[in-house]
């Protein structure tokens, strides 16, 4: 199993690509939010060429109804990388949502199951008091994941406070202490830019989600703005500027600022992982040695 890492922008699917064309294999998503079908140009989905080029898993396959998380995610690719080595020796995993990857390499303890009570009652909250209410309660409520989580990430920082009020722990301790035990073998490739150039990226990218429709996607999903998977960059945003809070021009300024925040979060997250070999993206010749070097020892 191949993982390919790094944060927003960097070109994680274009190597991805590349490298499942080479080696005749598929690629599974770890990205969050792009698994939802309703969501599409605010998440980056893949175009339908690039979906076309080789086989994707989890891009575009459930709804925002779905209850999806990074414990359920783990069984749910384990069970779809089970398949896929039954018909090739090597399966892609890109995206840029830590937990789930780490959840898929290393396992997670179980967690609590979600209480709807809690979580309408913190999505409630947090419409109605907004972000710095949401960054308040988590820093004083669970700290450790103040530290260490995704404190940009309204859904994430949600989802602590839900997990936090159900079992009295933070959702940080949940990740497991020792790595389960997986029948392959797991190569880690991260990639990175150099900041500014990372920063100038970000910056082309939501200037192209305005003008392939964001604010228009947005709009068609009003109904479902207290939906979990609506809670977060890119969508947050835009449904402030429909509620005239903010200008257009502000929204789309603020969704680059609280990208960068984010890509910087993921970094961070990923340098602590151990054993990534990092490239830059251009670099599929050294990842593809990378890959070899496990098949020839």
């Known amino acids: ?9 960097v070109g994680k699917t274009a190597v991805a690509i590349q490298l499942a064309r080479q080696f005749s294999c598929s690629i599974i998503s770890a990205d969050s939010r792009q698994c939802y079908r309703e ?19 989890f891009i575009a396959s459930h709804s925002i109804l779905d209850d999806i998380n990074a414990a359920w995610y783990e069984n749910w690719a384990l069970e779809k990388a089970d398949d896929l ?7 892609i995993v890109c ?6 990857l780490r959840a898929l390499i290393a396992g997670l303890d179980e ?19 907004g972000m710095p209410w949401l960054m308040s309660e988590v820093q004083l409520k669970d700290p450790l994941f103040a530290a260490q989580g995704e404190m940009q990430n309204p859904q994430r920082m949600m989802r602590a406070l839900e997990v936090m009020e159900q079992s009295g722990r933070s959702v940080i301790s949940y990740r497991s202490s020792v790595a389960k035990p997986r029948d392959f073998d797991i190569i880690k490739i991260g990639l990175e830019l150099p900041r500014e150039e990372l920063r100038e990226r970000i910056a082309a990218r939501v200037r192209k989600m305005f003008n392939d ?3 228009e996607e947005v709009k068609s999903l009003v109904t479902f703005r207290n939906m979990n998977a609506l809670q977060t960059v890119g969508y947050s945003e835009i449904f402030e500027y429909l509620d005239g809070k903010i200008t257009l021009e502000e929204a789309e300024q603020q969704i680059i600022h609280h990208t ?20 830059a993206p251009g670099d599929v010749g050294g990842m593809k040695e990378e ?4 098949f020839t020892t």
């Open 1 to 9: 199993m191949v993982c390919i890492a790094g944060p927003t922008a």
């Open 39 to 57: 969501l599409k140009i605010g998440v980056a989905r893949p175009s339908m060429e690039e979906l076309a080029e080789v086989p994707h898993h």
């Open 95 to 100: 995206g840029g949502t830590g937990l789930y």
């Open 111 to 129: 967690m609590p199951a979600t209480d709807p009570v809690i979580r309408l009652r913190i999505q409630n909250d947090y419409q109605e008091k």
């Open 260 to 279: 960068r925040q984010y890509a910087k979060r993921q970094m961070t997250w990923f340098r602590k992982e151990e054993d990534v070999k990092w490239f």
């Open 213 to 215: 429709g964001l604010v």
């Open 291 to 294: 890959i070899l070097k496990v």
């Open 85 to 91: 080595f039954r018909m090739n020796d090597m399966v």
